[in-house]
């Protein structure tokens, strides 16, 4: 079982950027899919962006599109979320995950959770 840690989480002003890193351990990387979600006070965890095994492929909630890059280096084991133009409503902690299977959009889809890093973005 893969374990995930997150970091880089911090407070920007609107227009900032961030970048998020999740650190695996524990099992072979490569062989999971990774995605990233958040999770608002008072809201439900929603999916963000999502990288196949390889980095081949990837994913985007709409309202991070053209924003957002997800990458992978899989040497490294690591997964990265870059956020650039940041807004107010990115506020949020912001989840790494992980799963053996291609996964949809939702959180049960993924086996392997970190704990969060959180992201505020000032007005």
């Known amino acids: 079982q893969v374990q995930l840690v997150e970091s880089g989480g911090g407070l920007v002003q609107a227009g900032g950027s961030l970048r998020l890193s999740c650190a695996a351990s524990g099992g072979t990387f490569s062989r999971y899919y990774m995605g990233w979600f958040r999770q608002a006070p008072g809201k439900e965890r929603e999916f963000v962006a999502a990288i196949s095994w390889i980095g081949s492929s990837t994913s985007y909630t709409d309202s991070v599109k053209g924003r957002f890059t997800i990458s992978r280096h899989n040497a490294l084991n690591t997964v990265y979320l870059q956020m650039n133009n940041l807004k107010p409503e990115d506020t949020a902690v912001y989840y790494c995950?992980?799963?053996?299977?291609?996964?949809?959009?939702?959180?049960?889809?993924?086996?392997?959770w970190g704990q969060g890093t959180q992201v505020t973005v000032s007005s």
């Open positions: 995950a992980a799963t053996t299977r291609p996964p949809g959009p939702r959180p049960y889809d993924y086996t392997n």
